[in-house]
């Protein structure tokens, strides 16, 4: 059965283009092509950057937030409560009213104080503003690395100047060294965020990012197998670029460097949707769906990675309408608006209205109290009140 499955998948027809078998494909000492079994060196490859980044964000990450003045928040803990530690748990992180009443009674407490336990429960989930600096510094290194190691190995290549290179001899390519490694590093780096998914900061586009992740593993995979390698550096290149600058501006955020992260923000504005938008369709897709045809008549692989490709500028377009939207709301408002895709702490404002009576009682603050019949009693040691009330409840100047 598994013999019958691995001859059924490994197909010529679905990975070659018509006319070409695997026999073509045969390696020889001085020439050799991609082989799928070179694909799980990416696993141990990426267990190498989980730790790697674990140490960089421990040795050099969380230091530098310090010295860069990047705070966490002090946030006030929930109090210990079995009953909704477990609901929080096990049913639902923000319950609604009916079930803040039933959970009430169970636990003998006010709505209010239920509420706020919950809300101080999800604040505690929250990620802090050092994780988030971190985990932005880390990505900030391996995309800086990444794209000067892609220009390094494309610059000199004739696809990248010419795109119908891409095709030329198509699929008997040579796999080259410096591009076998670029691949590796790629499909890495993407495996180790599958890996640490579950402890990374959980955005509002969460989804959106487990698509992306997955689809850019499936297309780098599958570009290696059927050796499209050379379209699937330029796709690497593209992507890079705009990771260059998103991450930096988030740095700057987190340091509340306003101007400085509004000016980056701008500038990595620019580089995506001319990179994601324009560079991408043309230089990848039109490449992969028109020049390809050139060489060689449809077949599975061909549907299959131009579906992958379509999926990821979607996704482009998602992504684009979010950015589009962040710099109109900061060329009429003059500043820039908070990440859409962020998950912001809520604010207790009841806790801060319990402060404010506190420091009442110490006599360090006073403020009016509303009687019974709706008028205004001053703390008695307030001056005379020198307004007067009229019937409507309003107050008049003396």
Not at 132 to 149: A, L, P
């Amino acid at each position: 059965m598994a013999r019958a499955l691995y001859e059924w998948l490994w197909q010529h027809e679905f990975w070659l283009p018509p006319g070409i078998t695997w026999e073509d494909m045969q390696e020889s000492e001085d020439v050799h092509y991609p082989q799928p079994r070179d694909l799980l060196l990416s696993f141990p490859f990426a267990l190498t950057l989980v730790v790697l980044r674990c140490a960089f964000e421990r040795a050099i990450a969380l230091p530098l937030s310090t010295k860069l003045g990047v705070r966490d928040k002090e946030r006030p803990k929930a109090q210990p409560n079995p009953v909704l530690e477990t609901f929080y748990s096990m049913c639902c992180k923000n319950p609604g009213e009916g079930q803040l009443i039933s959970l009430s009674k169970q636990c003998d407490l006010p709505v209010r104080k239920v509420e706020r336990w919950f809300r101080r429960r999800r604040n505690m989930d929250r990620p802090s503003l050092s994780k988030k600096f971190c985990e932005t510094c880390w990505r900030f290194t391996f995309y800086i690395i990444s794209f000067f190691t892609g220009l390094a190995v494309l610059y000199d290549k004739p696809w990248l100047w010419d795109h119908r290179e891409c095709w030329t001899g198509y699929p008997q390519q040579p796999l080259q060294p410096s591009l076998f490694w670029y691949y590796m590093l790629e499909l890495s780096f993407y495996w180790s965020l599958v890996f640490t998914l579950p402890f990374d900061v959980k955005r509002k586009d969460f989804k959106e990012q487990i698509v992306h992740h997955a689809a850019t593993i499936f297309l780098i995979s599958f570009s290696y197998c059927a050796n499209y390698i050379r379209i699937g550096t330029l796709v690497m290149v593209i992507h890079d670029a705009s990771d260059c600058f998103l991450e930096p501006t988030k740095i700057f955020n987190y340091m509340k460097w306003k101007k400085t992260c509004d000016s980056l923000f701008m500038i990595f504005s620019a580089v995506f949707l001319i990179s994601r938008l324009v560079i991408y369709p043309y230089t990848v897709l039109y490449n992969t769906y028109y020049y390809s045809m050139e060489i060689f008549q449809p077949f599975f692989g061909y549907y299959f990675v131009n579906t992958l490709l379509i999926i990821l500028q979607l996704l482009h377009v998602f992504w684009s309408c979010l950015i589009i939207h962040m710099v109109y709301k900061f060329i009429l408002q003059g500043t820039m608006e908070k990440d859409m895709r962020s998950d912001t702490e809520e604010s207790d404002k009841e806790e801060e209205r319990d402060k404010i009576r506190e420091k009442e009682k110490n006599g360090i603050t006073f403020s009016s109290n509303v009687t019974s019949n709706g008028y205004m009693q001053r703390n008695s040691s307030e001056p005379p009140d020198s307004r007067a009330h009229l019937a409507n409840g309003h107050v008049k100047e003396r």
